[in-house]
């Protein structure tokens, strides 16, 4: 297939992509700022999705067969301090790909987040349950949901997925790197005991993102994450563990304010059931990591 994939220098589309790769699949990869370091492309292609008119050119001249939207301002951070581009990149740009998409007959498959929840719930989140984002970034989340959802009818994909572990392309994206980061900055980060998340691997979500992709008759908003939910505080005593590190290198803290959200276990029915990708436990992802010099150090 022809699979155009956006984000592709990221944790999640540097995955994605590699694993499309992998599975045969043509892959032209869009980036803005970092050139992807996935090998194999068909072709990469900078793109910045605050200008979608040469977004639109790019998808009728390349007609994809399935697009893959993993670009986002990614984290709640760094959404508060641009809202504006936020706009454009978290909202904006999927509402395009949903119309171009339908108008081209392609697959869309959009990457949303668990912080479209509260955390208040008791019970894991269900893809039925109703959303109330605590966070600029999980509204404009939300609301590119709503709009992938409304501007391809047809058969779309949304896939809310935990925060993420791995090894990201520049080495400074994910867990173990910002906090073993942080540590050699020397400082000592309070991680939160009261911040339950069930983290998964980007490798395990690029498979099922790429299985959806194959798969044509499986389409609708789905809940995707690894089969263990932990503590923020817990995943960093894990990390220590794993890298051998002094587990008293961070300290265990509650989280200061709402925005926050406490618990965001989701329920991955009926998804889990139809896929043959399984979810990872958190030993398995931690197996994963490799303290590697950034890939293009
Ligand atoms: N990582 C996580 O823990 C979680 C991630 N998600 C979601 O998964 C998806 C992927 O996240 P993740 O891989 O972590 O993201 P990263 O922050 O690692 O990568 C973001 C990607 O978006 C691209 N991007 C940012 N701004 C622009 C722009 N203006 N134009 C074009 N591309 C742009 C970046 O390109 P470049 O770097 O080249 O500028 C990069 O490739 C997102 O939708 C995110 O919301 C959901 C839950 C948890
Ligand atoms: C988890 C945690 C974070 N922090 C601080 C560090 C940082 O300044 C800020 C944000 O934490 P994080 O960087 O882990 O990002 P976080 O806000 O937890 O967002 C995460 O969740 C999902 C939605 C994503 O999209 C990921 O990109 C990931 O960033 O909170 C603590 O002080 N203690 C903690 O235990």
């Given at each position: ?277 399984k979810p990872v436990d958190f030993e398995a992802q931690l197996e994963e990591l490799t303290r590697v010099e950034p890939l293009?150090?």
């Amino acid at each position: 297939m022809k699979i155009l994939l956006t984000g592709a220098s990221g944790l999640l589309g540097h995955a994605y992509a590699q694993a499309a790769v992998r599975r045969g699949h043509s892959v032209t990869a869009l980036y803005n700022q970092h050139p992807p370091l996935a090998s194999g492309l068909e072709r990469s292609i900078q793109l910045d999705a605050s200008q979608p008119e040469a977004l639109t050119a790019l998808c009728l001249e390349h007609w994809p067969d399935v697009i893959v939207n993993c670009a986002a301002i990614s984290n709640p951070a760094s959404v508060d301090a641009v809202p504006r581009l936020a706009e454009q990149v978290n909202v904006a740009l999927p509402r395009l790909l949903a119309q171009v998409s339908t108008h081209l007959g392609a697959r869309l498959l959009h990457v949303s987040t668990d912080m479209v929840f509260d955390g208040l719930a008791e019970e894991p989140y269900r893809s039925t349950d109703m959303p109330g984002p605590t966070n600029l970034y999980g509204q404009t989340k939300l609301m590119a949901e709503r709009e992938v959802l409304e501007h391809n009818p047809e058969d779309p994909v949304v896939l809310r997925i935990p925060i993420l572990m791995g090894n990201s392309p520049r080495g400074q994206r994910s867990v173990h790197e910002k906090l073993i980061a942080a540590i050699q900055a020397g400082e000592r980060p309070k991680l939160y005991c009261d911040e339950m998340r069930q983290p998964c691997s980007a490798s395990n979500v690029a498979e099922v993102l790429l299985e959806l992709s194959e798969r044509r008759d499986l389409h609708g908003l789905f809940h995707w994450a690894g089969s263990e939910t932990l503590s923020r505080f817990e995943m960093g005593q894990r990390i220590l563990k794993h890298f051998g590190l002094p587990l008293d290198a961070v300290e265990s803290a509650c989280r200061e304010d709402e925005s926050r959200p406490a618990n965001l276990t989701l329920n991955l029915h009926p998804i889990v059931s139809k896929l043959k990708t399984k979810p990872v436990d958190f030993e398995a992802q931690l197996e994963e990591l490799t303290r590697v010099e950034p890939l293009n150090a």
